[in-house]
C-alpha cells in the first residue's frame, strides 16, 4: 500500500508544481517502476528460497497490477501502458524453479508416503477391516496437489496449468515405485507365507488404494480439464488412470495367487482314478474359495465385483485343465456317465457359489463349457457326434486337441472311433469371440495323431 500511497501524492501534490508539458506523473510512475525492477531483479539474483518464489510471482503477476496498486481508478491512466515489472525471461525462470522445487516436494513427500505404506505392510498389526479397506496414502497425494494447485492459482492460471501437469505426471511416477514396493512385498510373502502375517488383508488395501487413485485423478480432472487444457495435459490423465488400472489388476493377480495356491493341489485330485468315489477335493475347493471371500468382502463394490468374476473364470478354466489333462480315462460308458453326472454337478454347486457372491456377474457362465463337455462325455453312440458338433459351434476356438484329450476320457472308445469323430468335425468358417479354450495349451498327445 505505500507504493499507492506514494503515487497518490505525487499525483496530488506534485502535478500542481509543474507545467503540464513535464508529465511529472507519468515520469515518477516511469521511474518508480524502473527502479522497482530493478530491485526486483537484484533480489532474484541473491537467490530464493522456498514461498519465496510464490511471493514474488504473485506479487509481480497479480498484486502489482491489481485495484491495490497500480490498478487503482486513480492512477490507471498513467500506468496502463507501462512495460512488465520483469522481463519475460526472468518470470519464465523463476516459474521453471518454482515448478523444479515442487517436483523436488512431491518425491520427497511421495518416497515417505510409500515407506509408510511398505512400514504398515510388513507390521504385524492386522488392518482395520470394518468397511471398505483403504489407507490414507491417496488422500495425502492429491490433497498435496490441491494445496499446490491453490497456491499457482495465486499466481496465474497458466502456473496452474503447469503445476497440474507436473502433479499427474509425478503421480505417474509414483504408480511405478508403488508398483516396485507391491512386487517386493509379494514377493517376500511367497518366499515364505510366514514372513507376512496379513498379506490377503494389506494386499486388498492395496487393491482398493489403486482405483481410489484412479478416481480421485478422475475426479481432479473434471474440476481442471477444459477444452482448450493442452493435450499433454488430457495425455498424461490418461497415463494415471491407465498405471493405476493397471496396477489394480496386478494386485489382484497376486491376491488370487495366494488363494490359487491354495487350491491347485486340489484340482490336480479331480478327473483321477479316485476322484469317482471321493468329493473331498471338489467340496475343499468350494469351502477354500468360499473362505477367502470372508476377507474379499473388504474390497470396494467394483474390485470386488472384479474379483468375483476374475475368479470364476480361473476356477472354470482349472477344472477344464483338470477334465482335459488326461490323467486317467473311464472304462465303461456306466463309469462315463457317472463321471459326465459328477462333473456337472460340482461344477453347479461351484456356478451358484459364485452367483451368491455377487448378483451382477457380467457375460457367459465359463461353467457352461464344462456342462456341454460332460455331455460329450456321457453321450451314447447316436448322439456323440451331435454333441461334439454343439461343442464345435458354441466354442469354435476349441482345439483338435482338446477335443482328443475329452474323448480319450472315454475308456469304451478306441483309438480309430476317436480319430475318426474328431476328422469329421465341421469346424465354423467364421470364428467369433474368443473363449476358455483359446488359452487352455497341453503337451500334445502322441499316441493319436490326426496328421494335423
Not at 497376486?254 to 485330485?269: C, G, P
Amino acid at each position: 500500500m505505500m507504493i499507492l500511497e506514494d503515487l497518490r501524492v505525487v499525483k496530488t501534490l506534485c502535478v500542481p508544481c509543474f507545467p503540464p508539458r513535464y508529465n511529472i506523473i507519468d515520469k515518477y510512475i516511469h521511474m518508480y517502476h524502473s527502479c522497482l525492477g530493478v530491485h526486483l531483479q537484484e533480489i532474484i539474483q541473491n537467490g530464493l528460497e522456498g514461498n519465496e518464489y510464490v511471493t514474488i510471482l504473485s506479487w509481480v503477476m497479480k498484486t502489482y497490477r491489481s485495484k491495490d496498486l497500480l490498478g487503482h481508478s486513480d492512477l490507471l491512466e498513467h500506468t496502463e501502458k507501462l512495460p512488465p515489472l520483469l522481463p519475460q525471461a526472468v518470470i519464465d525462470r523463476l516459474e521453471g524453479e518454482y515448478l523444479q522445487n515442487i517436483g523436488h516436494n512431491y518425491t520427497e513427500w511421495m518416497q515417505n508416503t510409500l515407506k509408510s505404506e511398505k512400514e504398515e505392510w510388513r507390521s504385524s498389526t492386522e488392518p482395520h477391516l470394518d468397511s471398505y479397506s483403504r489407507t490414507a496414502a491417496p488422500i495425502i497425494i492429491f490433497q498435496m496437489i490441491d494445496q499446490n494447485l491453490q497456491v499457482a492459482k495465486t499466481i496465474s492460471e497458466e502456473l496452474t496449468l503447469k503445476s497440474l501437469n507436473l502433479s499427474i505426471e509425478e503421480v505417474v511416477k509414483f504408480g511405478d515405485s508403488f508398483r516396485e514396493a507391491i512386487i517386493e512385498f509379494k514377493n517376500r510373502y511367497f518366499e515364505d507365507r510366514k514372513q507376512v502375517l496379513y498379506f490377503t488383508q494389506y494386499m486388498i488395501v492395496i487393491v482398493n488404494n489403486c482405483l481410489q487413485l484412479v478416481e480421485l485423478g478422475s475426479q481432479l480432472e473434471k474440476q481442471y480439464l477444459i477444452s482448450s487444457s493442452p493435450h499433454k495435459l488430457s495425455e498424461n490423465f490418461n497415463n494415471l488412470r491407465g498405471t493405476f488400472f493397471r496396477l489394480r489388476n496386478e494386485a489382484v493377480n497376486y491376491l488370487l495367487e495366494e488363494l490359487f495356491i491354495d487350491l491347485d493341489q486340489h484340482f490336480e485330485k479331480l478327473f483321477t482314478a479316485q476322484w469317482l468315489g471321493t468329493s473331498l477335493p471338489a467340496d475343499t475347493i468350494y469351502a477354500t474359495i468360499e473362505d477367502y471371500f470372508q476377507d474379499y468382502n473388504h474390497l470396494v463394490e467394483s474390485n470386488y465385483k472384479y474379483v468375483v468374476d476374475l475368479t470364476r473364470s480361473m476356477v472354470a478354466k482349472r477344472y477344464l485343465t483338470a477334465m482335459l489333462s488326461k490323467r486317467t480315462s473311464f472304462k465303461t460308458y456306466e463309469e462315463c456317465t457317472r463321471a459326465a453326472s459328477k462333473a456337472l454337478k460340482e461344477t453347479e454347486r461351484l456356478s451358484q457359489l459364485f452367483m451368491n457372491l455377487t448378483k451382477d456377474l457380467e457375460g457367459d457362465d465359463p461353467f457352461e463349457a464344462v456342462t456341454m463337455l460332460a455331455e460329450v462325455l456321457k453321450s451314447d453312440d447316436d448322439m456323440l457326434s451331435f454333441e461334439l458338433h454343439r461343442v464345435v459351434e458354441k466354442y469354435p476356438d476349441i482345439a483338435e486337441d482338446h477335443l482328443l484329450r475329452l474323448l480319450s476320457l472315454r475308456g469304451d472308445l478306441s483309438r480309430s472311433d476317436i480319430k475318426d469323430k474328431v476328422l469329421h468335425i465341421d469346424k465354423p468358417k467364421v470364428l467369433h469371440k474368443s473363449s476358455v479354450f483359446k488359452t487352455l495349451v497341453f503337451p500334445k498327445l502322441v499316441n493319436i495323431n490326426l496328421n494335423f
